[in-house]
């Protein structure tokens, strides 16, 4: 039996964790600490025998408490939207950067394991016709506030190794969807404007890729690298998806709800443009492989069951909808 510390455990990929480890992992105990911010929401552990503490990773002395009570901390907790952080930074640093030096600290006094859940957007992006997947050996260059410091949250933790000999593994991976993902993102805000009657929004022309993987994918990858990862490595995750543009996503979606169509609105600035994983490390090494694939975009039958779970939980997201958009509309967006 483990004691797992899951940070950020009642955001969308901390809380799908927290589901699959009740699921798969009944004998652990498991400890969630979330700040509660707009992006964590208490009732996605309805149903879990989580043992909950609302608080802040920045907050020492509270980490310092929870952290000695785990055999492993799994790091989720972050500000986590990129269109957030080219309004307002300040967040993006305490959290990310502060909070993870605070969780690094309390996991060098008392010893015990780390895993720091992050990005491949501390890559920064590749030019749409460049055919490259990131590996674990390419270098950082991250290209908004949130992708610098996820990439400065990275090299702390390989600081923290390096220098005092941390146990501490750190998984990169790509762009995520499922069930409880915040309605600002761009899958859930697409799937909830149609069933609100709203025109689903793609940015600029929507030529980006994202290298899209179900939730539950990158979950279970965590779960192996926990039980057979090695201290000091880095593992990369993705589905191989990057030949899905997000114009493709769009039309998937407005096809699988029978939606009309959508329009196009202002792009972000510095758009990242074309992300590509290879986990061929996680997959030859730790025997990891996606289960959401199909031949076509690699994403229907997920995509389905993501609209599904939407289309039975509008009491989870109306509330959020209308300041949501309102956000957006400002933006022209
Ligand atoms: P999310 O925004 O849905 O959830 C983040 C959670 O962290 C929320 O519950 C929030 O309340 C909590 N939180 C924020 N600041 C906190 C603080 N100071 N103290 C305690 N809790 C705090 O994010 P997500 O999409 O679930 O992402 C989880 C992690 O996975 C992040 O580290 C993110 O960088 C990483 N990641 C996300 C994706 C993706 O596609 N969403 C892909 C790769 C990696
Ligand atoms: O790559 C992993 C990252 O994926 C994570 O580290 C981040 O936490 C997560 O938010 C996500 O970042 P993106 O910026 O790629 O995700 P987002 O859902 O915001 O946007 C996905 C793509 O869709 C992006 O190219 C912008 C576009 N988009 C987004 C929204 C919200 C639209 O076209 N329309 C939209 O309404």
Redesign the pocket.
């Known amino acids: 039996m483990r004691t797992l510390l899951v940070t950020g455990g009642a955001g969308f990929i901390g809380s799908n964790f927290v589901h699959m480890t009740r699921e798969r992992y009944p004998e652990d105990h498991v400890i969630v600490v979330d700040k509660l911010t707009y992006a964590g929401n208490r009732a996605n552990l309805a149903g879990t025998d989580v043992e909950f503490f609302e608080g802040d990773i920045c907050d020492a002395a509270l980490m310092d408490r929870l952290v000695g009570r785990a055999d492993v901390t799994v790091h989720f907790a972050a500000e986590?939207?990129?269109?957030n952080s080219l309004r307002d930074p300040r967040p993006f640093v305490d959290t990310n950067l502060v909070g993870t030096f605070t969780i690094l600290e309390a996991v060098r006094r008392h010893g015990n394991r780390l895993h720091h859940v992050s990005?491949?957007?501390v890559f920064g992006d590749l030019s749409l016709d460049d055919p490259k997947r990131f590996t674990e050996e390419t270098p950082y260059n991250p290209s908004s506030p949130?992708?610098a410091t996820?990439a400065g949250s990275d090299h702390l933790v390989r600081a923290w190794v390096r220098s005092f000999g941390l146990r501490a593994t750190i998984s990169n991976?790509?762009?995520?969807y499922g069930p409880y993902q915040h309605i600002?993102?761009?899958?859930p805000?697409?799937i909830t404007n149609i069933l609100a009657g709203q025109t689903p929004?793609?940015?600029g022309t929507?030529e980006?890729v994202?290298d899209w993987i179900h939730v539950d994918d990158h979950n279970a990858a965590v779960h192996l690298i926990l039980e057979r990862g090695r201290d000091g490595e880095t593992y990369n995750i993705g589905a191989d998806n990057d030949h899905v543009n997000?114009k493709a996503v769009?039309e998937l979606i407005c096809e699988l709800m029978d939606a009309p169509g959508y329009e196009h609105?202002a792009d972000?600035p510095g758009?990242?443009q074309r992300?590509a994983m290879d986990s061929t490390k996680l997959r030859e090494q730790l025997g990891w492989a996606p289960e959401y694939t199909d031949t076509q975009t690699g994403m229907r039958a997920g995509l389905d069951q993501t609209i599904d779970w939407y289309r039975t939980h509008e009491d989870w997201w109306r509330p959020a909808k209308q300041q949501v958009e309102q956000g957006?509309a400002e933006r022209g967006?």
């Not at 991976?173 to 995520?176: F, I, K, L, T």
């Not at 600002?184 to 899958?187: A, C, H, Q, T």
């Open positions: 986590s939207h990129n269109d990005t491949d957007e949130y992708s996820k991976c790509s762009n995520n600002e993102k761009f899958i805000r697409q929004k793609l940015y929507g980006q994202r997000n769009i609105v972000r758009h990242d992300y957006y967006q």
